[in-house]
Protein backbone atom coordinates (compact mmCIF):
# COMPACT_ATOMS: atom_id res chain seq x y z
CA UNK A 1 0.00 0.00 0.00
CA UNK A 2 2.77 2.45 0.59
CA UNK A 3 4.04 1.67 -2.36
CA UNK A 4 1.46 3.14 -4.12
CA UNK A 5 0.97 5.96 -1.59
CA UNK A 6 4.93 6.72 -2.96
CA UNK A 7 4.01 6.70 -6.59
CA UNK A 8 1.28 9.21 -6.20
CA UNK A 9 3.35 11.47 -4.44
CA UNK A 10 5.92 10.60 -7.61
CA UNK A 11 3.54 11.69 -10.20
CA UNK A 12 2.06 14.95 -8.15
CA UNK A 13 5.81 16.14 -7.84
CA UNK A 14 6.75 15.46 -10.97
CA UNK A 15 3.89 15.22 -14.02
CA UNK A 16 1.29 17.28 -11.22
CA UNK A 17 4.46 20.27 -10.84
CA UNK A 18 5.22 20.20 -14.63
CA UNK A 19 1.32 20.53 -15.66
CA UNK A 20 1.21 23.96 -13.46
CA UNK A 21 3.36 25.32 -15.78
CA UNK A 22 3.61 23.61 -18.81
CA UNK A 23 1.25 21.63 -21.59
CA UNK A 24 0.73 18.09 -20.22
CA UNK A 25 0.27 17.44 -24.03
CA UNK A 26 3.94 17.94 -24.87
CA UNK A 27 4.59 14.45 -22.95
CA UNK A 28 2.36 12.48 -24.55
CA UNK A 29 4.59 10.85 -27.33
CA UNK A 30 3.26 7.48 -27.98
CA UNK A 31 5.85 6.20 -29.92
CA UNK A 32 8.23 6.74 -26.98
CA UNK A 33 6.14 5.39 -24.60
CA UNK A 34 6.25 2.12 -26.92
CA UNK A 35 9.91 2.26 -27.25
CA UNK A 36 10.84 2.40 -23.68
CA UNK A 37 8.36 -0.41 -22.74
CA UNK A 38 9.69 -2.74 -25.34
CA UNK A 39 13.23 -1.79 -24.67
CA UNK A 40 12.43 -2.87 -20.69
CA UNK A 41 10.61 -6.23 -21.84
CA UNK A 42 13.53 -6.79 -23.85
CA UNK A 43 15.73 -6.41 -21.21
CA UNK A 44 13.45 -8.38 -18.72
CA UNK A 45 13.11 -11.15 -21.19
CA UNK A 46 16.72 -11.30 -22.52
CA UNK A 47 18.49 -11.23 -18.72
CA UNK A 48 16.86 -14.39 -17.60
CA UNK A 49 16.32 -17.94 -18.25
CA UNK A 50 13.06 -19.28 -17.35
CA UNK A 51 12.80 -20.34 -14.08
CA UNK A 52 14.87 -16.71 -13.31
CA UNK A 53 12.32 -15.41 -15.45
CA UNK A 54 9.54 -16.81 -13.54
CA UNK A 55 10.77 -16.01 -10.11
CA UNK A 56 10.83 -12.37 -10.99
CA UNK A 57 7.55 -12.40 -11.97
CA UNK A 58 6.06 -13.73 -9.18
CA UNK A 59 8.30 -11.57 -6.76
CA UNK A 60 7.09 -8.50 -8.15
CA UNK A 61 3.14 -8.77 -7.00
CA UNK A 62 4.35 -9.41 -3.38
CA UNK A 63 5.75 -6.40 -3.10
CA UNK A 64 2.03 -5.08 -2.57
CA UNK A 65 1.29 -7.81 0.17
CA UNK A 66 2.01 -6.89 4.26
CA UNK A 67 5.16 -8.52 5.06
CA UNK A 68 3.70 -11.59 7.45
CA UNK A 69 6.80 -12.18 9.50
CA UNK A 70 5.06 -10.19 12.25
CA UNK A 71 5.39 -10.68 16.57
CA UNK A 72 2.39 -13.07 15.93
CA UNK A 73 3.94 -15.10 13.93
CA UNK A 74 7.22 -15.15 16.06
CA UNK A 75 5.17 -16.10 18.99
CA UNK A 76 4.12 -19.11 17.19
CA UNK A 77 6.97 -20.19 15.76
CA UNK A 78 8.69 -20.00 19.50
CA UNK A 79 5.58 -21.48 20.56
CA UNK A 80 5.47 -24.28 18.72
CA UNK A 81 9.84 -24.96 18.96
CA UNK A 82 9.10 -25.03 22.75
CA UNK A 83 6.28 -27.65 22.88
CA UNK A 84 8.03 -30.18 20.41
CA UNK A 85 11.75 -29.23 22.24
CA UNK A 86 9.84 -29.75 25.55
CA UNK A 87 8.55 -33.03 24.10
CA UNK A 88 12.07 -34.34 22.95
CA UNK A 89 12.69 -33.55 26.89
CA UNK A 90 10.28 -35.45 28.16
CA UNK A 91 9.99 -38.31 26.57
CA UNK A 92 13.38 -38.35 24.41
CA UNK A 93 13.87 -37.75 20.55
CA UNK A 94 12.34 -41.15 19.55
CA UNK A 95 9.05 -39.42 20.66
CA UNK A 96 9.12 -37.01 17.75
CA UNK A 97 9.51 -39.18 15.09
CA UNK A 98 6.08 -39.59 13.29
CA UNK A 99 6.10 -35.57 13.79
CA UNK A 100 8.51 -35.01 11.87
CA UNK A 101 8.68 -37.72 9.65
CA UNK A 102 4.62 -36.74 8.64
CA UNK A 103 4.16 -32.78 9.84
CA UNK A 104 0.74 -32.47 8.13
CA UNK A 105 -0.45 -34.96 10.72
CA UNK A 106 1.13 -34.19 13.99
CA UNK A 107 -1.00 -33.18 16.64
CA UNK A 108 2.12 -30.51 17.75
CA UNK A 109 2.70 -28.65 14.37
CA UNK A 110 -1.11 -28.69 13.58
CA UNK A 111 -2.12 -26.36 16.26
CA UNK A 112 0.26 -23.50 14.52
CA UNK A 113 -1.13 -23.31 10.95
CA UNK A 114 0.85 -19.93 10.22
CA UNK A 115 3.66 -22.10 10.58
CA UNK A 116 2.64 -25.46 9.13
CA UNK A 117 1.65 -23.61 5.80
CA UNK A 118 4.95 -22.42 5.28
CA UNK A 119 6.45 -25.80 3.70
CA UNK A 120 10.05 -24.40 3.02
CA UNK A 121 10.34 -23.48 6.85
CA UNK A 122 8.32 -26.49 7.83
CA UNK A 123 11.09 -28.77 5.87
CA UNK A 124 13.56 -26.28 7.25
CA UNK A 125 12.63 -27.17 11.06
CA UNK A 126 11.90 -31.08 10.21
CA UNK A 127 15.21 -32.18 8.46
CA UNK A 128 17.37 -30.61 11.30
CA UNK A 129 14.78 -32.25 13.61
CA UNK A 130 15.54 -35.85 11.90
CA UNK A 131 19.12 -34.98 12.03
CA UNK A 132 18.82 -34.71 15.74
CA UNK A 133 17.03 -37.86 16.19
CA UNK A 134 19.30 -39.84 14.07
CA UNK A 135 21.87 -38.69 16.19
CA UNK A 136 24.86 -38.55 13.58
CA UNK A 137 25.74 -35.13 13.68
CA UNK A 138 27.36 -32.72 16.47
CA UNK A 139 26.00 -29.56 17.06
CA UNK A 140 28.87 -28.14 15.18
CA UNK A 141 28.36 -29.66 12.32
CA UNK A 142 24.41 -29.17 12.09
CA UNK A 143 25.67 -25.55 12.59
CA UNK A 144 27.43 -25.73 9.64
CA UNK A 145 25.03 -26.94 7.33
CA UNK A 146 22.44 -24.63 8.46
CA UNK A 147 24.73 -21.53 7.89
CA UNK A 148 25.00 -23.19 4.34
CA UNK A 149 21.52 -23.68 3.59
CA UNK A 150 20.40 -20.08 5.14
CA UNK A 151 22.69 -18.73 2.53
CA UNK A 152 21.70 -20.77 -0.40
CA UNK A 153 18.19 -19.73 0.68
CA UNK A 154 19.01 -15.94 0.72
CA UNK A 155 21.29 -16.01 -2.54
CA UNK A 156 17.95 -17.82 -4.11
CA UNK A 157 15.53 -15.34 -2.46
CA UNK A 158 17.62 -12.70 -3.34
CA UNK A 159 17.90 -13.05 -7.00
CA UNK A 160 14.26 -11.18 -7.75
CA UNK A 161 15.34 -7.69 -6.02
CA UNK A 162 18.97 -7.76 -7.58
CA UNK A 163 17.62 -8.26 -10.86
CA UNK A 164 15.29 -5.34 -10.58
CA UNK A 165 17.93 -3.10 -9.42
CA UNK A 166 19.91 -3.90 -12.24
CA UNK A 167 16.96 -3.42 -14.20
CA UNK A 168 15.67 0.08 -12.92
CA UNK A 169 19.70 1.09 -13.50
CA UNK A 170 19.30 0.39 -17.15
CA UNK A 171 16.41 2.29 -17.65
CA UNK A 172 17.77 6.24 -17.75
CA UNK A 173 20.04 4.88 -21.03
CA UNK A 174 17.33 2.95 -22.46
CA UNK A 175 15.68 6.84 -22.44
CA UNK A 176 19.02 8.03 -23.67
CA UNK A 177 18.27 5.25 -26.88
CA UNK A 178 15.04 6.99 -27.58
CA UNK A 179 15.93 10.69 -27.40
CA UNK A 180 18.84 10.06 -29.72
CA UNK A 181 16.27 8.69 -32.38
CA UNK A 182 14.63 11.44 -31.54
CA UNK A 183 17.39 13.75 -32.17
CA UNK A 184 18.71 11.83 -35.35
CA UNK A 185 14.92 12.84 -36.85
CA UNK A 186 14.89 15.87 -35.72
CA UNK A 187 18.23 16.40 -37.98
CA UNK A 188 16.18 15.35 -40.96
CA UNK A 189 13.93 17.55 -40.15
CA UNK A 190 16.19 20.70 -39.92
CA UNK A 191 14.86 23.08 -42.74
CA UNK A 192 11.30 22.88 -40.84
CA UNK A 193 9.65 26.11 -39.26
CA UNK A 194 11.46 26.82 -35.42
CA UNK A 195 7.93 25.57 -34.59
CA UNK A 196 8.05 22.10 -35.86
CA UNK A 197 11.37 21.61 -34.75
CA UNK A 198 10.71 22.83 -31.01
CA UNK A 199 8.32 20.31 -31.25
CA UNK A 200 10.09 17.51 -32.47
CA UNK A 201 13.34 18.34 -30.24
CA UNK A 202 10.83 18.03 -27.00
CA UNK A 203 9.22 15.46 -28.12
CA UNK A 204 12.59 13.73 -28.56
CA UNK A 205 13.33 14.71 -24.36
CA UNK A 206 10.39 12.95 -23.29
CA UNK A 207 12.34 9.44 -23.94
CA UNK A 208 14.93 10.76 -21.36
CA UNK A 209 12.25 12.37 -19.26
CA UNK A 210 10.23 8.56 -19.24
CA UNK A 211 13.66 6.75 -18.55
CA UNK A 212 14.86 8.63 -15.20
CA UNK A 213 11.65 8.92 -13.86
CA UNK A 214 10.63 5.11 -14.15
CA UNK A 215 13.62 4.00 -13.38
CA UNK A 216 14.14 6.01 -10.05
CA UNK A 217 10.47 6.96 -9.30
CA UNK A 218 8.60 3.30 -10.43
CA UNK A 219 11.55 0.45 -10.18
CA UNK A 220 13.55 1.46 -8.16
CA UNK A 221 11.33 1.28 -4.90
CA UNK A 222 10.06 -2.41 -6.28
CA UNK A 223 14.18 -3.42 -5.43
CA UNK A 224 14.11 -1.73 -1.98
CA UNK A 225 10.84 -3.53 -1.20
CA UNK A 226 12.06 -7.41 -2.20
CA UNK A 227 15.34 -6.55 -0.48
CA UNK A 228 13.36 -5.91 2.64
CA UNK A 229 11.39 -8.69 2.14
CA UNK A 230 14.19 -11.23 1.50
CA UNK A 231 15.84 -9.78 4.57
CA UNK A 232 13.11 -10.41 7.01
CA UNK A 233 11.93 -13.50 4.78
CA UNK A 234 15.90 -14.65 6.37
CA UNK A 235 15.71 -13.64 9.79
CA UNK A 236 12.93 -16.87 10.60
CA UNK A 237 15.58 -19.31 9.82
CA UNK A 238 18.12 -17.67 11.79
CA UNK A 239 15.70 -18.04 15.01
CA UNK A 240 14.89 -21.74 13.98
CA UNK A 241 18.67 -22.38 14.30
CA UNK A 242 19.19 -20.60 17.46
CA UNK A 243 16.73 -22.29 19.11
CA UNK A 244 17.53 -26.08 17.68
CA UNK A 245 21.34 -25.24 18.52
CA UNK A 246 20.63 -24.07 22.01
CA UNK A 247 18.52 -27.01 22.58
CA UNK A 248 21.50 -29.29 21.19
CA UNK A 249 23.95 -27.90 23.61
CA UNK A 250 22.03 -28.87 26.39
CA UNK A 251 19.89 -26.11 27.46
CA UNK A 252 16.56 -25.88 28.49
CA UNK A 253 13.26 -25.44 25.89
CA UNK A 254 12.64 -22.16 28.16
CA UNK A 255 16.21 -20.81 27.41
CA UNK A 256 16.37 -22.35 24.32
CA UNK A 257 13.54 -20.39 22.65
CA UNK A 258 15.26 -17.27 24.50
CA UNK A 259 18.23 -17.89 22.17
CA UNK A 260 15.51 -17.53 19.18
CA UNK A 261 13.85 -14.74 20.63
CA UNK A 262 16.91 -12.59 20.81
CA UNK A 263 18.29 -13.25 17.20
CA UNK A 264 14.93 -11.22 15.88
CA UNK A 265 14.31 -7.88 14.75
CA UNK A 266 13.20 -5.15 17.95
CA UNK A 267 10.21 -4.75 16.06
CA UNK A 268 9.14 -8.25 15.39
CA UNK A 269 10.91 -9.56 18.70
CA UNK A 270 8.12 -10.36 21.67
CA UNK A 271 9.43 -9.09 24.84
CA UNK A 272 10.50 -11.79 27.28
CA UNK A 273 7.54 -11.47 29.92
CA UNK A 274 5.19 -11.85 26.69
CA UNK A 275 6.62 -14.93 25.83
CA UNK A 276 6.96 -15.97 28.90
CA UNK A 277 3.48 -15.47 29.45
CA UNK A 278 1.97 -16.41 26.20
CA UNK A 279 3.94 -19.79 27.34
CA UNK A 280 2.15 -20.60 30.13
CA UNK A 281 -1.17 -19.80 28.44
CA UNK A 282 -0.39 -21.82 25.91
CA UNK A 283 0.07 -24.97 28.29
CA UNK A 284 -3.18 -24.07 30.38
CA UNK A 285 -4.95 -24.94 27.55
Not at 122 to 128: L, S, W
Not at 144 to 161: C, G, K, R, S, V
Request: aromatic share 8%.
Amino acid sequence: MLLLVGYVVILLASVGTYAVHGSLGALWVPLEYLAIIGLAIGYLVASNGPRNLKAVLAAIPTVLKGSPYNKALYMDLLAMLFEILSKVRKEGLMSIENDVENPEASPIFSKYPSIQHDHHVMEFICDYLRMMVGGNLNAFEIENLMDIEIETHHEEAHYPAHFVQTWASSLPAFGIVVAVMGVVNVMGSVGAPPAVLGKMIGGALVGTFLGILISYGFIEPIANQLNQKVTEGSKIYQCIKAVLLASMNGYAPQVAVEFGRKVLFSNDRPSFRELEEDLKARKGK
